[in-house]
């Protein structure tokens, strides 16, 4: 069953339970809370803090969906998965189902179920939004038929075809390295994923925080690869340790660059260079990636009372609210636009403001000052009102003459958009590389100018999303076996 294609058998049980209730049954019932641990309890801790939904709750939530013969939800999803499909076989208590649809489409989905931004995507897309309801809670319903499998023991595993003889290399193990790997494990392929940090799961993993996605999900994924025959090799920079040439030389017909987008940006403006102002990245990948602030771990981080982070997407969000678990009382968010241009996922911002973060909006640093040892103490804001849309459709922010403000801050975390990181462009010749440093590849294959090479996910997108780099490895995956198979 791929997509929104049904099986006759299927079409049956569905035909029975759309009977089962009318739909004004189903749009009577009030759209799943999600459980989750109380603010004052959770900024004192790392535990995750969605909880999921209970198997009543999912299935009540489950009999909302009007299994549309048209599901527009679908459209918003940017895999397409059949998310009818998936939520009927909850309706039915077919959980393991469930999941199996998900991960026809999806390779990561109790990943997805806990990052993506379903309110812009397939929830937007909802017919209840037509009805002026609350959609149904797609996400959550993901992320409970998803744990499903991770912690059932008789779940069906995929299928791996009998080993085709030919080899390929990935080069980054984040959510669009893993799904490639995923798929070319499936199709007979010998796969070896290399990575240049320490752990597998690229921003998975050093980025996203343990009390959003717990580390133990992204490994039973990982896990699950290295059964299915995937082998990853850690520490590993491709282009410094072992070169595209080398890997030709060890017999690998080709490779996809998953390289990710993990060099920060900076303002430019004065005092960025001063101690305690840092990116959002090395602020989180100490934290999350090298123990920073956990008993026996030697990372140093700094932290402080007063803690200024300046952007509003997911990474902003992240960093801010770990830095409220490292002790900052006053941790703030410096944002140039109003809350509602925010990048960040609605979720993100409002679990935020529960935990007591102090959102500066419409403001914009233009200096860091330092005391004399130069280290940070304050910030000059400009204060800014919202013009005309710019062309990302949001309103421009525009300063407003004279309005200057100071506030104190001993920690400045500047999270304001990430680049791709150019080391294996830069180390491949005759690599095609466009003006932003991402890798040209061809829009639906993912080819790049090297026929051998294909790649996607951030490096091809700049900073992007989980989906959209999974996304990227499934269609690069089949676009490459393709190719493979047509030169035997
Ligand atoms: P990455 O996840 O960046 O993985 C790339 C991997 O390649 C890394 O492990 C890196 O070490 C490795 N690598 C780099 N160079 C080399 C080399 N030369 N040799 C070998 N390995 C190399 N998206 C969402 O959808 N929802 C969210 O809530 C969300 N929150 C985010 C929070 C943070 C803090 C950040 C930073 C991003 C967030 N994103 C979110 C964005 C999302 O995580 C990324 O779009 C996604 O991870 C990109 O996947 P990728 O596989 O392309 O790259
Ligand atoms: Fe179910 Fe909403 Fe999708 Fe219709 S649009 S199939 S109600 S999730």
Redesign the pocket.
Known sequence: MSKNTISPRDAQWREDLRKSMTAKERTSIPRAKMNELDPQYRVTCNEEVNQGLSAEQAQLESRRCLDCPDPQCMQGCPVSINIPGFIKNIERGEIGQAALVLKETSALPAVCGR???QERQCESKCIYNKMKKEPVAIGYLERFAADYLQHSTDAPQPAVEAPNGMKVAV???????LSFAGDMIKKGYEVTV????HEI????K???PEFRLPNSVVDIEINSLKEMGVKFIKN?????TISYDDLLNEGYDAMFI?????LPRFMGIPGENLIGVMS??EY?TRINLMGAGKPGWATPVLTGKRVAVIGGG??AM?SVRTARRMGASDAMIIYRRSLEEMPA?VE?VHHAQQEGVRFMTLHNPIEFLGDENGRVRAMRLQKMELGEPDESGRRSPVAIPGAIEEVEADVVIVSVG?SP?P??PNSIDGLEITRRGTIAVNDSTLQSSMPLLYAG???VRG???????MGDGRRAAAAMDEMLKSRK
């Not at 080069?171 to 390295?177: D, F, K, N, Y």
């Not at 290399?194 to 940090?197: I, S, V």
């Not at 799961?201 to 998975?204: D, E, K, P, R, S």
């Not at 590993?236 to 410094?240: A, N």
């Open positions: 990052v993506c931004p080069a980054g193990s984040g959510p669009a390295g290399y990575e240049a940090l799961g690229g921003v998975l050093y980025g996203i590993c920079v491709i282009g410094k998953a390289s990710g987008a993990g959002s990245n989180l997911n990474t992240d996922r993100e990430v990181n080391l294996i996910g951030d490096i900073g992007a999303t989980v989906i959209l780099a």
